[in-house]
């Protein structure tokens, strides 16, 4: 302060306080410098936990919402009409500011539900532990687990077997650590996944009408090739399909043990000829043609003795599927 300022302070408050202004601050701060230190301290505190409970969080928050989620491959094995085996491989790309981790977390599944429905998650998934990095995989394998809700997984897995592509949704609210930092974020993906399309294109080779049919029935023995354009790994058992062509019913054919892998599948298919058939010039001729049609309608699948309803329903309500006998290319 300058003298100026001085005289001028000191001629306003002449009547209340001989002293400056000043000079009973600096009386007060001589008293009361405490008070002040507590006082900053609080401060400077709360702007620490600002950042620690609010900032980081949020910015946390932001590069968790900003991640993406790719699911590599899934597979559903062991299906019963509880629970079932699940495997699943995904890359995460994120960017961490910071280094940071997740404590071990669930992911709940479900399909996005329409504008204003809730969410209703058919299975969850936990997994351990991670640590953040720019790109890093999520993979487990052989979980067992339940079917939370039996009308939505029959949903997903109708879409999964009839679908081109399919939305997943995933969401956790995994606890972030970053050094002694702990909090929880929302996590919410909506994955795009490939679906098995109706198993459309099935082709058929090497009908051979056995001389001798075998001690169940069979009479007849294809090879097949069926196409899953999927990631999905689906252990589906045995796998019953009425046969016809040319709206003449044939009989029917099974597959044992059948799990579909993504890319192209060969299979067996033990075939149950109507006898009267056999050895019916026109059926024996369709079987060496080029391009023959047979249209397939499923008709039941069996894991472990039991009829697994959330695939043996959406594959017998689905189109039937024209499989092509010998195809020429
Ligand atoms: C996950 O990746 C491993 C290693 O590449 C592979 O053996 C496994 O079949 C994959 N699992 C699924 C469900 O795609
Ligand atoms: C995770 O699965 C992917 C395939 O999707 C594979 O390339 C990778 O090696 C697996 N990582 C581990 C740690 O198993
Ligand atoms: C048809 O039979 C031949 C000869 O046995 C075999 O080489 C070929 O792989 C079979 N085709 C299919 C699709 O399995
Ligand atoms: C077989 O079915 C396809 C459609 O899936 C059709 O385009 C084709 O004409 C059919 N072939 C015969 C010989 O009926
Ligand atoms: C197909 O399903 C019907 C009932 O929908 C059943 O009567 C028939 O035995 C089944 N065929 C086969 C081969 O399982």
Redesign the pocket.
Known sequence: MSDKDMKFETVEDARVAPVTRGQRFKRHCGRRWWIYLIAFLVIALAAVLGIIFGAIPAIAQDSVNDSTLQVDGIAITSPSNTKFTLSMNSTVHAHSPVSASFSPQTFEMYLPPAAGEPVVPFMQLSIGGLKVENTFTINVSDVATNIMNQDAYLQFSGKVLKNNDLDLGVRSSPQVNIGSIKFHVDYQKTVSLKGLNGLNGIKL??ATILDKPMADGTNMVT?G?IPNPSSFTLQVGDLTVDISTLGMELGYSVVKDLTLHPGDN?VKIYNHIHPELIDNLLFTASIKAKNTNITLTANSTVFNGEHIDWLEKPLHAAPPVIAVLNPSE
């Open positions: 080779y090497n090879d090739v060969r």
